[in-house]
């Protein structure tokens, strides 16, 4: 089936810094993708939906200024943490949806980023 | 609120003994989909179903869709230690076709 990777799989900054997550799809184009987030003990929590070459739009409650999403191609979204705090800690899960083929609109998920803020 | 509402939350039981989770929601979709995840990974997908009144079965799980396509339900036969993990349910909603998830029932199956 399609593969999505992550990248880094796990992070550890201090307070203060900015964290880049990086998501891939790695046999299929994507121009959608995802982001979700993951606190202990929870389920899923989208965050922000990816758009190919336009602006993420952003779930009730995510700062856009705080959670940068990029998606510069059909293959390649990113994330990034900005100035982070201890409670940005969390499981970072990307999707991305398959745009065409037999498995049109099928949703792929990555193996998620743990980032942890000290 | 949640637009899914799963439940029990958490379910520890004996390998062996069957068991039932539940996905309601007071909303009409056209497909839901189950997932599992373990502990430091992605979700998986196990089924998406789509019509009404439909059952899916994977080996020891069954899976079934409310004719009214708002609710659903996922059993596991004679449930095994490896069957331990995070069980999601999760529909699409909203612009873009999202994929939101339910709370999850995470499932622990001891020897």
């Known amino acids: 089936g399609a593969v999505v990777s992550q990248h880094p799989s796990w992070v550890i900054c201090k307070s203060g810094t900015s964290v880049k997550i990086e998501c891939r799809s790695l046999?299929?184009?994507?121009?959608?993708m995802f982001w979700y987030r993951q606190f202990p003990k929870q389920s899923l929590m989208l965050m922000a939906t990816?758009?190919?070459?336009?602006?993420?739009?952003?779930e009730q409650g995510v700062e856009k200024d705080k959670f940068l999403i990029n998606h510069a191609s059909l293959t390649l979204s990113t994330l990034t943490v900005t100035s982070a705090h201890p409670e940005d800690s969390s499981f970072y899960i990307c999707?991305?949806?398959?745009?065409?083929?037999?498995?049109?609109?099928?949703?792929?998920f990555g193996p998620g980023t743990r980032l942890t803020v000290l | 609120t949640q637009l899914l509402e799963q439940s029990p939350q958490f379910l520890s039981i004996q390998e062996g003994e069957n068991l039932t989770v539940y996905c309601n929601s007071s909303?009409?979709?056209?497909?839901l989909q189950w997932y599992r995840q373990e502990p430091g990974e992605g979700p998986v997908l196990l089924v998406t179903?789509?019509?009404?009144?439909e059952v899916k079965k994977l080996k020891r799980l069954t899976f079934q869709f409310g004719d009214a396509r708002k609710d659903s339900s996922l059993h596991i036969t004679a449930a095994q230690p490896g069957d331990t993990g995070l069980y999601l349910c999760?529909?699409?909603?909203?612009?873009?076709?999202?994929?939101?998830f339910g709370a999850g029932t995470r499932l622990a199956v001891h020897p």
């Open positions: 179903v789509v019509t009404g009144g």
């Open positions: 999760a529909a699409r909603a909203g612009g873009y076709n999202k994929l939101i």
């Open positions: 046999d299929f184009q994507a121009t959608t």
């Open positions: 990816s758009n190919e070459g336009s602006k993420a739009t952003y």
């Open positions: 999707s991305a949806r398959d745009q065409a083929g037999a498995t049109v609109n099928t949703q792929y």
């Open positions: 909303s009409v979709f056209s497909s």
